[in-house]
């Protein structure tokens, strides 16, 4: 006789599945086939003989029924005793010890939270807030204020991703103002606008990567109300340098400081009274007296384009070694600067030729700490190439 074959679930191991053989009228001792061998297991069980693995599998997780935590099987030691870990510690458990988590996990009972009465309270037990004391404003000046925007890296640590930059009025007038964020000559950000006593002005921002341009921040002030006796306007110039910003924010972050502190000036200050002088002596004894007014009357004429070549300055001077050249060439630069200013010109234009740009360099360096230009230019010309540079002014 032939028996058929079916899969069924085993009564010892609840989620294996098994083979099993109908057997009419007849009762066998199961026995279980696993990677350690057959095992001794003996029950009573008619018509079935059951064929299936162990419960448990090496890689199963599980969970220790006495602690509640949560493990995995690393080994099978016999049909009765696992090797399991749990929190990287490893230690041996009888099957019937262990189980799998997720039973736990459906058949554990919710615990809801007791409902307790919620005391009444009347309004004579509130207790009285203290009364905050007011923080006195103190007249400390005008400053300027950089404040920190932080970021993470790609190693998750904290920069400074760009600074806010802030007015801080700590005096008690109001002032308008004409603000300019230059760097390397260049206005790259201006502003003209008013600010009241003791308040706070956003300017604008400043990518953290650009305070390695040393940048400068030039603020013309004026009292929004003019007073008798104080200056009809000044300006303050800071200066920033990279270094020094980047030695200033790691200071901020030690003493927990929220940003960085300029300050632009501590009162207003007073008009500049010009005395004077009587020089009428002077000039009844033979002396010329000029009038500083008309003084650009008496000057030598100015030039709006200026050669430097030096063949255009000395005859002999295949003679001069090239410090000497350099020299001369510079001395006249300054001359011919000094009478633009002076004639108050729009604009000069230095030709100092395209060479190996020693003389070009050395131009550049001193507009760059000179007042009065606004900025200059070293840009293709089709009278001079590139062998130029183009000066404009600010009075």
Known sequence: MTLPLVIA??????????????????????????????????????????????????????????????????????????????????????????????????????????????????????????????????????????????????????????????????????????YKHEAQTETLFELKNEIFAFQEFYLHDIPFENMSDNPVFKVEFSLAQPEKGKADWFETVTKLKGKQVFQRVEAMKDKNEPSLMYQLFTEYPEKQVEEKLDLSHLAAKGFKVYDASRVREHLEPARSVVDLHIEKLADNWKKMSNFEILTLQLKEFEKWFDLAISHRQPSLTIIHGVGTGKLRDEIHDLLKVKKGVKSFVNQYDPRFGYGATEIFFNY
């Open 9 to 178: 679930a085993c009564p010892l191991c609840p989620l294996r599945y098994i083979s099993q053989k109908t057997l009419s009228g007849y009762a066998r001792l199961p026995f279980h086939d696993s990677r350690s061998g057959r095992s001794n297991l003996k029950f009573q069980i008619a018509p079935f003989l059951y064929f299936c693995t162990m419960k448990y599998e090496v890689g199963d997780e599980i969970i220790v029924l006495h602690s509640n935590e949560e493990g995995k099987v690393i080994e099978i030691i016999n049909d009765k005793m696992v090797m399991i870990e749990v929190r990287g510690v490893k230690f041996p458990a009888y099957m019937d010890q262990i189980d799998f988590p997720y039973f736990a996990r459906f058949t554990a009972k919710m615990k809801k939270p007791e409902n307790k009465p919620v005391a009444k309270v009347y309004i004579d037990e509130v207790p009285k807030e203290n009364k905050r004391n007011i923080e006195k404003k103190v007249a400390d000046g005008v400053w300027l204020s950089l404040v920190p925007k932080f970021g993470l890296d790609d190693f998750d640590d904290e920069v400074v991703e760009s600074f806010k930059i802030y007015m801080i009025n700590r005096t008690e007038k109001a002032y308008t103002f004409v």
